[in-house]
């Protein structure tokens, strides 16, 4: 729908740039980067130094896998306005580039500016935190984090008691005797293999090395099980309730199977041509149930990783949208524990439907991991699996870079310089999660 009104626009309005932008924005969303760059280029050839099309065609460059061309259409677009925060941002978040000590220079003073845009502010003070840890200045690094983060949650109305909420409505309603009373139904296809869990868990390399099978396509963190829960939700505009995840209760058979069809088909169309195909969004662990109900074949992978090393670079990271819980130590710490529990949960009301997969051990044992991962899913196993880093396709999220090298030990232990500055994560995480020296170390 929103192709089509971008060509409408293009059509109505030939000369009109942000039109032809949007567009091209449009067609990345969709997956056909080759063409949203060529689009960005016929833009620039009219518009040669506009620093948002040339920060938008740096992120089709990325997502695409051309790292250096990407860092060229950056530094163009930071070059054009010294101001624009995103394309400054936007190399930090490559996770492979060194800022020279102009750039921190130039990010520093920009903050000084007391008219540059909360946006832009934002994106400076993630950009030099990226920028002074790989220098070692992590003291530095962690204020400019904090004050990232402090601006992000100024218009917030994200709630620890709210989510808590949540969570335990999905627990006391979705037990045993819901999924029996349910009996039988959906859409018997086999189709999707969902990877769910906390962002920065690892999932994009699961995902990655999945869509390195020949049976697999790998596709997108998928918004569609959220906007399915969410139309599922309604709204109580007096307690800003909704009936979900009660109303599951009253599914029919022939409801579950409509909407387990839906899903199938409006997800078609980010699928190429093999039988599974992946849908990598992260947020999906709070609707297992209906997942479930609506795709009983389908096939579920909760990506776990260490809860410091996850928390932490959760914080680090700066999300495009959604994500609200990432903006706070303790917000964070109880979204991680909270995701423990339901998670607990699923596998006691649901025996053997999903498959834990730890980052941890898939770097320590990649090749086992993998044989297990494809045994779940009923698959042959394949070489091009464990080569997952040759397998040439787009990848949108923070890890692109990573999961185009063979697995390492890199992002292990990266907490522990901010050690003595995490103690608001760690009391809401609570002790039994972690190791007892890391505890000794914190503490």
């Known amino acids: 729908k929103a192709m089509t009104q971008a060509k409408y626009l293009c059509k109505t309005f030939p000369k009109n740039l942000s039109f032809k932008a949007q567009m091209a924005i449009e067609i990345m969303q969709n997956g056909d980067y080759e063409e949203a760059i060529a689009i960005f280029d016929d833009i620039l050839k009219k518009a040669p130094n506009d620093p948002n099309t040339l920060t938008s065609k740096g992120h089709a460059l990325k997502t695409f896998g051309k790292n250096a061309s990407a860092i060229e259409?950056?530094?163009?677009?930071?070059?054009?306005?010294?101001?624009?925060?995103?394309?400054?941002?936007?190399?930090?978040?490559?996770?492979?580039y060194s800022f020279r000590t102009s750039e921190i220079t130039t990010m520093t003073n920009q903050l000084k500016n007391i008219n540059l845009l909360s946006k832009d502010?934002?994106?400076?003070?993630?950009?030099?935190?990226?920028?002074?840890?790989?220098?070692?200045?992590?003291?530095q690094a962690f204020f400019h984090l904090e004050k990232g983060n402090e601006i992000k949650k100024i218009n917030n109305r994200y709630s620890i008691d709210r989510m808590k909420s949540e969570i335990q409505s999905q627990i006391k309603i979705c037990n045993s005797s819901f999924f029996s009373g349910h009996g039988e139904g959906g859409a018997e296809k086999n189709d999707p293999i969902f990877i769910l869990g906390l962002p920065r868990s690892g999932s994009t390399l699961i995902e990655q090395i999945l869509a390195s099978h020949s049976q697999i396509d790998g596709t997108l963190e998928l918004p569609n099980i959220l906007s399915m829960a969410h139309s599922l939700r309604g709204h109580d505009r007096l307690t800003n309730r909704g009936e979900y995840p009660a109303i599951l209760k009253s599914l029919t058979a022939g409801q579950r199977k409509e909407m387990g069809l839906e899903y199938i088909n409006d997800t078609f169309m980010h699928r190429d041509k093999a039988p599974r195909f992946t849908d990598k969004m992260p947020n999906n662990f709070r609707h297992i149930g209906l997942i479930h109900l609506i795709l009983p074949n389908a096939k579920i992978i909760d990506a776990r990783r260490y809860p410091l090393d996850c928390c932490f670079s959760i914080y680090k990271q700066l999300f495009a949208q959604g994500q609200e819980f990432s903006y706070g130590l303790e917000e964070i710490g109880s979204y991680y524990r909270n995701y423990i529990d339901l998670m607990d949960h699923w596998n006691k009301v649901l025996p053997g439907k999903i498959l834990k997969v730890n980052n941890e051990d898939v770097i320590n044992d990649l090749e086992g991991q993998v044989k297990r991962i494809i045994d779940y899913l009923g698959l042959s196993f394949e070489e091009e699996c464990i080569s997952f880093y040759n397998t040439k396709r787009s990848v949108r999220t923070a890890s692109s870079e990573q999961v185009r090298k063979p697995v390492n030990k890199d992002g292990l232990g990266r907490w522990k310089p901010y050690s003595s500055k995490l103690e608001p994560l760690v009391s809401c995480l609570g002790e039994e999660l972690l190791k007892s020296e890391d505890i000794a170390l914190i503490n």
């Open 73 to 96: 259409s950056y530094k163009l677009a930071h070059g054009a306005k010294p101001d624009h925060g995103e394309a400054y941002f936007s190399l930090a978040n490559l996770k492979t």
């Open 121 to 139: 502010r934002v994106y400076f003070h993630f950009a030099l935190a990226y920028a002074l840890e790989k220098k070692g200045e992590y003291e």
